[in-house]
Structures are given as C-alpha cells and as structure tokens.
C-alpha cells in the first residue's frame, strides 16, 4: 500500500511541476522497469540478426553484380572493371531469388516478361485471361495491400506474420491497453523473426514499421473473456474484484474486471460508490495493492471497454500509471511513434510532452486518436490538433442506423484538409465502411479514399476486407489524376521541393511508372512524393536505420535498407544504392523488362535532398551499365580513380531508353 501511496505522489508532484518532480519519476520509471521486467534482450537480439542479414545481403547482391564486394576499391585490373559493368544476366537473379531456376546457357538470350516458372492454374490459364491474376492461386492478394495497416488483437502465429510481410504489408498496430506487455514483446520478437525469415526468402532486406497505442488516460473495463458470446448481467449482490493486473485486460469475467486505475486505488475508501457504464454500481468493501473488492448495488449489463468513474475526490486528469508503462515499455523495445487514445485538449498534449520528456521519450513522434463522424461544429476550433500531432488514427463511429450515408460536420471537413495539408500520416480505421454500416458519398470520397495513407485493419478480420480493398483501389484510381491536376502549382517549401515532387509524381502518372525508387538519406522527399499519392509504389533506399520506425506509415512506401561500412563518394554512395534498388525490383519481379522506373536522387555533393529525377525504361539484362551513363552523364567515371579506366559509352539506342529532367 505503500508502493501506491509513493507513486500517488509522484503523479501529483510530475503534474504540479514539483521540484521533487524529475527523482521522483525516475523513481516511478524504476518501479515500473521492476514490475514489468522489461529486459528488451530478445528484441536487441533479433535487431542486431537484422542488422547484420542485411549487411550481408548487400554484400552479397554486390558481389553477384559486380564480383567484388562494393566497399572493395575497384583497382585498375581492366578484368576486375568488366565484371563492374556485366550484365545482370538470369544467372545472377537466380542467386538472389531461389524461387527461380534457370539455366546457365540462357544468360545471353533475350528475357522474358516472367523468370520464373508459373504456378500449374496459372500456365494453364494464363493465356485465356491476358492481364487478370487468379485469385486463389497461392500468394496472391488484392492489389492495395502495401496500404493496410493491421492491429495486432490477438496472439498471432509466426506463419500469420510470415504471410503479412509476403503480401506486402509493412505496418503493424499494438494496442498496449490490451494483454500483459510481456505478450506485446513476444510479437515483436515474432515479428521482426518473421521479418529475417522473409529476407532469407527475398535475398533483400524486409523491414516493417511498428508503432502502439497508449493506455487511455481516463478509466475503462478490459474485454470480455473470448469464451464469452453475449454481454453479462450484473445482478444485484454479486460480489466483484476489481483489478489492475493486465493480464485479465482481454479475460474479464463477472467476478474479475479489469480496469487501468493503478494511481487511483489509494484514494478508494470503504463504501465509496464506483460507475460502470451508465448503470452498473459497485460499493467498495475493501482495497488491497492491485485490486478492489467490491459488491453490485445497482445492476446492469456488462460489456468489453466500459467507462469507470471513480469518486469525485480522485482527480481523473493527471498521467496514468499505465500511460507511464506504456512509455517507458516502448523506449525499451524500440517502439518511436505512440498513439494517445484521445486528442484531448492543449494543456493535455503539454502534459504529455513533459512526461515524455521526464522519461527520456521525448524523441518518439505523438500520434493521436480522432473519431472523425463524431467531431461537431464549424467554428475552427479543432485545428490545433492537426497542427500540434505527428499523425492520426482516424476512427468512423457505428451509426444508429444501420446502413447509413457518413456525414462529416464543417469541423471534421477541414481538420482532414489540414491534416493532409501539413503531409502527417492519417490512417482510416474502414471496418465500418467494410461491413457496409456506412456508405461514403461521392462528395467525401476524398475523405475516405484519399487522403488516409494506411486503413487499419484488425487481424483477426483482414482476411474479410476485400469489399473495402476493391472499393478503394477503383475510387483512387478514378480520382487521383484528377486530384493532383486540382492541386496549384505555387511551392510553399524554401527549397522546391514541393515543387519536384508534384512533377515526380505527374512524370510517373504520365508514363505509367511502376516504381519511384528515391535513393537518399532523410524521408523528406519520400513524404512529400506520398503527399501527391502516386499510383506508383515508392521504394525508398536509404542507410538512415530511424526511418524504418515510421517511414512505412506513408503512402505506398517500402523501405530498402542499405547498409555498409563506406562512405568515400557521394556519387559513388548514390549509384551503390541505385543499383541496389534496381536489383532489387528484378529480383522480386515488381518491375518487367520494358517498364517505366522513375530514379529520384540528390546529385550535387554534400546534399542530403534529392534534387534531380530521370524516368528509366527498365532493362534487366544491363541497367547496371545504363546508371553508370545516366545518373551523372557530366562525369562518367565516377565510379573509378583518376587514370582508372573508363566506363564504356552506350550506344545510341541504349541511350535513347533514358529521359532525365531536372
């Protein structure tokens, strides 16, 4: 009772800005480690493997490239130089991919639009059906599945994440509210496995973005036990225990209700009244270190995630215990963005911000909850939120009629414009509009199927998420050209950056893109190009390890990692990661021979912003030769030493497969 009462204090003193502040929360953060015993060993265990697989793999792809490792000097041997300007022949796919077999004598004929051998239904059928896929064939899904989000609910199988990240899917949602951390941990672990066991497959590095919902600050019941079908009756009499222990947060029963109010037990007293929900009653009887044994005097009908309101004398407005676990379990595990479960208020968010800073997490990017349908008014009064947050969870509430037309008040109207005006993350929790509880009308199409970069999609249903998919890819691409011609052309960035990526993005609509590979350092272009929402995938190359927290919550971005040891020239640095990049596209067949790849890059020296872009007609067997040419055509041999010898010129037809703009 104590250990309660101690950290009662602090949370009054943390709130009160009390000098006794700081020790005391470093006290708090101790006792919570303690608890908790949060070790994060397995998952630096599983990073440091990642880490490591991906060094080698871009080793690898180097040296089947090139023959040489690339952080190799290229000595003047005009051998060693013919194998920097090979062919990447059939042989060398097959090494990254071993999903494709093909023999060595091929290596000089023309290549085919598939390397590798297809499934039986699919040479049988392929002919008759000319640009259709079969969509029981294994391993092929909807179209738009780089831009779903899946919330983790349930324990999940190393096979369900295995079959995520092969689909495509690079961001997963936890909410900390539910189950013990320790569970939380565990799918982290089998994630980031998972993601090493599909790099293996890939020869590539995978990486996927994880990001946590908060404990909601104000009090709620756990979920009811999965055993249970129906809500519960409270009658009158029953004794409950109420619990602070989160391993019963998806388990309560009508004897054990969870509820997160760990710093609020202190204040209880015998015979205080607490509210369950608009009916419920339960008269406290007595309180010990993380329970309260109380009786029903009033009944009602239990149900999962119920408000609690405690006595009037406990204050329901500072940090939460749990808020606080929540923080410092996900600075250990290496979680950056965290999502509080409401906006709340000014002062709310510069709470938070202290606490955060208290904690040494004030790095980690603030995201917030918004249940769009229910936002009222049309005084403006709700733009701090969208310029105070890092990103947004948006939620549609169930109507009371069932179906029903989503209406959007003035105020919900112009927070999703500033929102995506200020190019912040939003994702779309669309369960409603997938169960056809709700119907989007044409004038909030942008609303629904525009602006969200992700749609959230709980793991235990993404496999009934295929009337949403399909209504969203046939609506986004009827109005995406449309959009991006609506949008004015005038630059608000200092540098014109806004600028390039729009035309980044009209270039790849106009030729048909299939990717935009940007090969930099920062996310910014990549945030600005996902802003004008490309219909093309976006495969960002980059050795910045930050940015594989939360590049992937952008709009159709992959992340490529590149990792390496040397850095001796920036242009070398640049075609490195090109060649890379593209590799990798002929690798996993995204992009076929003929297609359109548009190339973004920072060709001045000492800039870390891609300023230049070309648009590469792709070629299997020889781009590694074209980029030499094409990324910087003013200075050839940038690849070896003054006195080395010289990259070879291409012929006038390879050189007319290229367009570079500025």
């Known amino acids: 009772m104590d250990e309660i009462e101690s950290e009662g204090n602090v949370s009054a003193a943390s ?23 949060v070790t994060a060993y397995d998952v630096e265990r599983v990073l440091r493997a990642k880490e490591l697989l991906s060094w080698l793999q871009r080793r690898k792809a180097f040296i089947n ?60 059928w392929g002919n008759f059906f000319t640009g259709f896929q079969i969509l029981d064939s294994t391993g092929v899904m909807t179209m738009n599945e780089n831009r ?36 939380n941990q565990d799918l982290i672990v089998q994630l980031r496995e998972a993601e090493i066991a599909v790099s293996k497959e890939y020869g590539f590095p995978v990486v996927s973005t994880i990001f946590a919902k908060l404990s909601p600050r104000y009090q709620y019941t756990g979920y009811l036990s999965p055993r249970m079908t129906a809500p519960v009756e409270m009658k009158k009499g029953f004794k409950v225990m109420l619990t602070t ?14 509820v997160n109010a760990r710093f609020l037990l202190f204040d209880l007293k015998e015979f205080d009244i607490i509210l369950l929900g608009d009916d419920i009653q339960l008269m406290v009887r007595s309180v010990r270190l993380e329970h309260v044994y109380c009786c029903v005097c009033r009944p009602g009908i ?51 911000e202290k606490v955060m800073s208290s904690l040494q997490c ?46 959007l008040c003035p105020n919900a109207e112009c927070f999703m414009q500033q929102a995506y005006a200020a190019k912040k993350p939003i994702l779309l929790d ?6 056809e509880n709700l119907r989007v009308d044409p004038s909030h199409y942008y609303y629904a199927f525009y602006y969200p970069d992700k749609y959230v999609f709980k793991s235990d249903n993404n496999g009934h998420s295929f009337y949403f998919s399909f209504l969203q890819s046939a609506i986004f691409d009827h109005i995406a050209v449309a959009a991006l011609s609506k949008m004015p052309h005038c630059d608000a960035s200092h540098t014109g950056a806004d600028g390039l990526a729009r035309a980044i993005v009209a270039a790849s609509m106009e030729v048909q893109a299939k990717v935009i590979v940007v090969c930099g350092v920062t996310t910014r272009m990549v945030q600005k190009i996902s802003h004008f929402r490309p219909q093309a995938s976006i495969l960002f190359v980059s050795h910045m390890r930050s940015a594989e927290d939360y590049v992937s919550l952008y709009h159709n971005v992959t992340m490529l990692s590149f990792r390496t040891k040397s850095f001796r020239d920036h242009r070398r640095n640049i075609f490195r990661k090109a060649v890379f990049g593209l590799a990798y596209l ?59 010898l010289k990259v070879k010129q291409l012929n006038h037809e390879t050189q007319s497969n290229f367009s570079g703009k500025m």
């Open 65 to 124: 490239l090139f023959g040489l490792d690339d952080d190799d000097v290229v000595q003047g041997n005009p051998e060693d130089f013919a194998r920097l300007t090979s062919i990447h022949s059939l042989k060398i796919l097959s090494r990254f991919s071993p999903m494709c077999s093909v023999s060595e004598d091929l290596t000089n004929e023309d290549i085919s639009e598939d390397m590798c051998q297809l499934p039986f239904e699919e040479e049988r």
């Open 302 to 352: 239990l149900q999962s995630f119920m408000p609690v309101l405690f006595p009037a004398r406990c204050s329901r407005f500072r940090v939460s215990y749990e808020e606080i676990e929540d923080l410092t379990f996900a600075r250990e595990v290496g979680i950056n963005v965290v999502v509080s479960y409401i906006s709340g208020s000014v002062a709310y968010v510069d709470d938070m």
């Open 245 to 258: 222990d989160r391993s019963y947060s998806r388990m309560c029963t009508s004897q054990v209700i969870y």
């Open 430 to 435: 669309a369960w409603t509009i997938n169960e």
């Open 15 to 37: 709130a009160e800005g009390s000098p006794e502040a700081p020790r005391n929360m470093e006290r708090v953060v101790k006792s919570i480690c303690r608890r908790l015993k």
């Open 148 to 183: 779903k989000c899946i919330e983790l609910t349930t324990v999940r199988s190393q096979e369900d994440f295995h079959t995520y990240l092969l689909s495509g899917i690079r961001c997963f949602l936890l909410d900390l509210f539910i189950g013990p951390l320790q569970e």
């Open 586 to 644: 002929a690798s996993r067949q995204i992009a076929k021979h003929g297609e359109h790849i548009v190339l973004v890059y920072n060709s001045d020296t000492g800039t870390t912003f891609p300023e230049k872009y070309l648009i590469y007609k792709f070629d299997k067997l020889h781009f590694v030769e074209h980029l030499s040419a094409s990324l910087f055509p003013t200075a050839q041999n940038f690849l070896i030493k003054p006195g080395e």
């Open 362 to 407: 004030d790095g980690l990017r603030l995201y917030t909850r918004v249940v769009l349908n229910e936002m009222k008014g049309c005084d403006g009064e709700l733009n701090w939120i969208a310029e105070r947050y890092d990103g947004f969870i948006v939620e549609l509430a169930n109507p009371e009629n069932i179906p029903d037309i989503l209406r």
